[in-house]
């Protein structure tokens, strides 16, 4: 297995940490924020303080199964990448949509990818996603893990999370764990 991490960020992290962990090739999916100006940051500060973090999934995959490429291209169909420090009602810079890349093959692969799906194909806007080097990954806390299989009837996670899984499952059948 060859392993590689990436790391993203699509709005809410528990809806894409569940995704990402349905996928075929993936390891895990980690709940954390990244992209800001405090050390060992809480879901609260992020939440209530201008720490500047985005929530991300950090991502350890094995590219001999799924590329990051192929995350990549995911990750564009999963979030409204024109949607600037927001996801449908979550609003705040903590949502943006983002890439952080750990190399520099990383960061080619991401700008690359963005030309070819900032096309309007999938969007009539521009998109508005930042590729920024990673600093460091924070995970978050512990109850955040796993948060949707662990709460699937929490009024958030019926409402929000659970339909924008299954709509990733149907488009994505041939890729699911």
Known sequence: ?????????????????????????????????????????????????????????????????????????????????????????????????????????QKKQAEESLKEFDNGSLYEDKFVTTIEPLDKFWSAEDYHQGYYNENPDQPYCSAVVGPKIAKFKSKFKPILK
């Open 1 to 105: 297995m060859s392993k590689e991490v990436a790391i993203l960020g699509a709005g809410c992290f528990w809806c894409v940490e569940g995704i990402y962990n349905s996928i075929n090739g993936v390891e895990k999916a980690v709940s954390g924020f990244a992209g800001g100006n405090v050390e060992h940051p809480t879901y609260r500060q992020v939440c209530d303080t201008d720490t500047n973090h985005a929530e991300v999934v950090e991502i350890t995959f094995d590219n001999e199964v799924i590329s990051y490429k192929e995350l990549l291209e995911i990750f564009w169909n999963i979030h409204n990448p024109t949607q600037l420090n927001r996801q449908g009602n979550d609003i705040g810079t903590q949502y943006r949509s983002s890439i952080f890349y750990t190399s520099d093959e």
